[in-house]
């Protein structure tokens, strides 16, 4: 898992998380709650799917260098 994630994608999880526990003991948990889950419901969100984004592009081209590999092979 640690491939698909870069640096830049953990400090911006880390620092998400931080602000959303952060919000909590400044706002409370008061209705204000609904508002900062909701946040950091869609920055997770965004996170899995670059996660997802990048196991399917690694996918396609393992799959692209196989075709590559049988075309070059029927070719000679």
Known sequence: MSEHFDVGT???????????????FIKGFTHDLLLEAGVFLVSLKLILMAYKNSITTSTLLNELQDIKKTLEIRKD
């Open 10 to 24: 953990s400090i911006v999880i880390g620092i998400t998380f931080v602000l959303f526990v952060w919000a909590l």
